[in-house]
């Protein structure tokens, strides 16, 4: 069975690709984890600088050093 890599609470940055256009630079908060669909683990992630919350793939997210 596949795992979530984060937990609620952990911070994160985005890793962007040519399409995420608007998607802010910067550190997020994993607000909860979303459930396994087929075999891609999803979040809710806040922005720290704007507040506004987005549904991330958790490839797309690098742990904060």
């Known amino acids: ?4 890599k984060f937990d609620v ?3 994160v940055r985005l890793l962007h690709g040519p399409l995420d256009g608007e998607v802010p630079q910067g ?5 909860r984890k979303l459930p396994v669909e087929g ?5 809710r992630v806040r922005h720290d600088g704007d507040n506004h919350e987005r549904v991330v793939r958790e490839e797309l997210m690098a742990p904060v050093a």
């Open 1 to 4: 069975m596949i795992g979530h």
């Open 39 to 43: 075999a891609v683990c999803q979040y």
């Open 9 to 11: 609470g952990d911070q």
């Open 27 to 31: 550190v997020y908060t994993i607000s």
